[in-house]
């Protein structure tokens, strides 16, 4: 593991809390008409660490009071999938097929628009002062972060959103992993761009 990666990732970390704290984050202050929602990207290769630091900074945010929720977006597709009867047939379906196949297959029941009106339904996004996202790694390619967003903007109103990307977001473009390249333009915000000194 390279050290100097991952001392960088853990300064960005130590920045979250902050973040989230700030009024630019939670009143959407200073963003003019722009919706509120903030990409944290890191190496995918370092999920476990992120995964960690994560329990630690929402237990604190639980701790300071905020009415948020955390969302693991697999965990939601998974529940989707089970809510329909679904669940085992895709994992049998999977084995045989490989995942483009099912991606296709499930391209209607778990369309990004289905997926963020159902997440809108369980959560009550008016109701709280943020949501925290995590888990699209293990939810690629059945979701894709930049459809989800756009979907998602549609029902989250004025709930600031805080997603864990597994990969980088030039400002622009998300690039799931890293490595897989992508020409789909999504405009966010940056919650501790590398630096971790401007947004």
Known sequence: MDKKTVSALQKRLDLVLERIDSPKFLDNDGLG????????????????IVREQLRHITDKLTKRGHKFVHINIFEILLEMLESRGLLERTFAREKQVGIDVVRKNLAGPLSQEKVAKYIAEKIQ?????????????????LVRGHELLSALQDVMGNTPLVLFYPGEYSGQDLHMFGKIESRNYYRAFKLVPEDGLKN
């Open 125 to 141: 996004p008016d109701s709280l002062r943020f949501v925290v996202m995590s888990g699209l790694g293990n939810a690629w390619p």
């Open 33 to 48: 008409n722009e919706i509120g929602f903030w990409v944290f990207d890191y190496p995918a290769n370092h999920e476990l």
